[in-house]
């Protein structure tokens, strides 16, 4: 699996699997990696953040620049890693642990006010203004039990995302 370019055997396959935890099938695998070879250009073995702002779809996500901290210069082992908690199989604690980390931007295992203005900056744009984005968070959190200062860390988003239903999946197209 070094290069990109070279084929992947059954052994490949399953290891990929095995370091998804199953989530993906291996008809998935070999899809993917058939895009993952598309998207590494320069055959280098990983896909940098140049290579995924090709793809448009992600270009023109408004969490992009978050996203690509935590794809940059992926192999292709992570990069499936990476796609299998959008899968069906994924559980509500494993996409919960990807959200947390879109939001946790400097890696500190803590969300801070901030933070999290700084997620509802990129999501709203020029919908709301500063002050209107601050007073609903302000707001959010007082109901939630939290204040301006507090920090909250994944066990937080467990509780809160737990409650919901949430459906963050994508469908690997295969031949």
């Known amino acids: ?35 993952f ?3 590494d ?4 073995g990983f ?27 992926l192999n292709f082992k992570d990069f499936v890693a990476f796609l299998s908690t959008f899968s069906a199989k994924a559980t509500a604690e494993q996409k919960i642990g990807l959200i947390f980390k879109v939001y946790d931007a400097d890696g500190n ?24 984005r601050e007073e609903a968070l302000s707001q959010v ?3 939630a039990g939290y204040s301006r200062a507090s920090y909250l860390m994944l066990n937080d988003f467990k509780k809160v995302f737990g409650y919901s239903s949430l459906k963050m999946e994508v469908e690997v197209p295969v031949d």
């Open 1 to 35: 699996m070094g290069n990109a370019s070279s084929m992947l055997t059954q052994y490949d396959i399953e290891e990929v699997q095995e370091h998804c935890h199953n989530l993906v099938s291996q008809q998935e695998i070999v899809s993917l990696y058939q895009r």
């Open 37 to 39: 070879c598309q998207l």
């Open 41 to 44: 250009r320069n055959a280098k």
């Open 47 to 73: 896909v940098s953040a140049d290579e995924f702002l090709s793809v448009p779809e992600f270009a023109m996500n408004p969490l992009s620049q978050r996203l690509l901290k935590m794809v940059d210069g």
């Open 109 to 132: 295992g803590k969300v801070s006010f901030s933070d999290i203005l700084e997620v509802l900056e990129d999501l709203s744009g020029s919908f709301m203004t500063a002050e209107q």
């Open 141 to 143: 959190l007082k109901e």
